[in-house]
């Protein structure tokens, strides 16, 4: 059990995506949220006091979470020793970086003379079955993007909130880090095993109620040339009765890879619509989520008048105006 509440560690984070971890958290879970603590060079803010380790500590803080999500998710050498008077602090630390803090044989060492706990969420805790491709009772619905860090997470959470508000039985199934730091379980999907990444989306969201639906996380992007796979297996193994497209319009290049341009909404839906038909034939894609914080509200509305007006679909920004149109049309869907 990671104990709360959080100090979020920004640490040099190169602009506000990289640190979507921190920022995941401070908006689903403000109460776990109590301060930032920035190094020299941060470029990220989550509006939060900046505060030094003593003062976290005396303002009730119990973990330092990395809130930093770089690529190839390693600790860089610039935070070991903030790391490591963190724990002669008396936190716990608590990580989704592939580069795991229990490999740090220094914090190993800190944390066992300190007797503080390293956690490592991205870590698989369950041996996870091959995928079998039965079908399975309850229903399904899946966010898919034209990239990666998109608002697939935000979009499936808002998701689930819409939908119990209108009394629908819905649960959000986290796949990644910060998914899982907010509701505490899940599957650290892009850390198993390629043979097994269908089935612990299988084991993720098994037989359930005829009308409950499990609002899977979505990762990656059936486009991008890094991340490709884990969309695939949350695809197969997720067996979606619904996805919901994702986009953000203010990209001019795939996340991390400046030589490849972002696809079309319709390029996305038609090819996740031919992947998800493999495994249910029945699949629709039944809404567009469109993330437009780097837009005003003016260019914002005017955007997703103009994908709906195209696309045919429901197209909201669920952060801004909630996901209730949305949850409408999955349970148009019966």
């Known amino acids: 059990?990671?104990?709360?509440?959080?100090?979020?560690f920004l640490g040099d984070a190169p602009d506000p995506l990289a640190a979507k971890v921190a920022q995941g958290i401070r908006d689903w879970r403000p109460d776990y949220s109590i301060g930032q603590l920035r190094l020299d060079g941060c470029?990220?803010?989550?509006r939060l006091p900046d505060m030094t380790l003593e003062e976290a500590r005396d303002a009730g803080a119990k973990t330092l979470v990395i809130g930093v999500a770089n690529r190839g998710g390693i600790i860089s050498e610039t935070w070991r020793s903030v790391l490591g008077d963190a724990l002669r602090a008396g936190?716990?630390?608590?990580?989704?970086?592939?580069?795991?803090?229990?490999?740090?044989?220094?914090?190993?060492?800190?944390?066992?003379?300190?007797?503080?706990?390293?956690?490592?969420?991205?870590?698989?805790?369950?041996?996870?079955?091959?995928?079998?491709?039965?079908?399975?009772?309850?229903?399904?619905?899946?966010?898919v993007g034209t990239d990666c860090s998109v608002g697939k997470m935000y979009t499936g959470l808002a998701l689930e909130k819409a939908m119990s508000e209108k009394g629908m039985k819905a649960t959000f199934r986290a796949t990644g880090q910060t998914g899982i730091l907010i509701t505490g379980e899940g599957v650290p999907l892009d850390a198993v095993i390629a043979d097994f990444m269908a089935?612990?989306?299988?084991?993720?969201?098994?037989?359930?109620?005829?009308?409950?639906w499990d609002v899977i996380e979505g990762q990656g992007s059936l486009f991008h040339a890094s991340y490709s796979g884990v969309t695939l297996a949350l695809i197969h193994g997720g067996q979606p009765d619904a996805l919901v497209l994702c986009h953000e319009p203010t990209r001019t290049h795939m996340r991390g890879l400046p030589g490849y341009g972002l696809p079309t909404l319709e390029e996305v839906r038609d090819l996740s619509l031919q992947m998800a038909r493999r495994v249910n034939e029945g699949c629709e894609v039944v809404g567009i989520s469109i993330n437009t914080y780097g837009m005003d509200q003016a260019a914002a509305d005017a955007y997703l008048a103009e994908v709906e007006d195209r696309m045919g679909l429901p197209t909201v920004d669920p952060f801004r105006q909630g996901a209730g149109r949305l949850a409408d049309a999955l349970k148009a869907l019966g």
């Open 91 to 143: 936190f716990d630390i608590a990580s989704g970086l592939h580069n795991l803090l229990r490999d740090e044989p220094e914090l190993v060492r800190i944390a066992r003379e300190e007797g503080r706990t390293l956690h490592d969420v991205r870590v698989p805790t369950v041996k996870y079955p091959i995928a079998n491709g039965e079908k399975r009772k309850g229903k399904r619905v899946l966010a």
């Open 199 to 212: 089935g612990s989306v299988e084991w993720l969201t098994p037989d359930n109620d005829d009308d409950h």
């Open 1 to 8: 059990m990671i104990e709360t509440p959080y100090l979020l």
């Open 43 to 46: 470029k990220a803010d989550m």
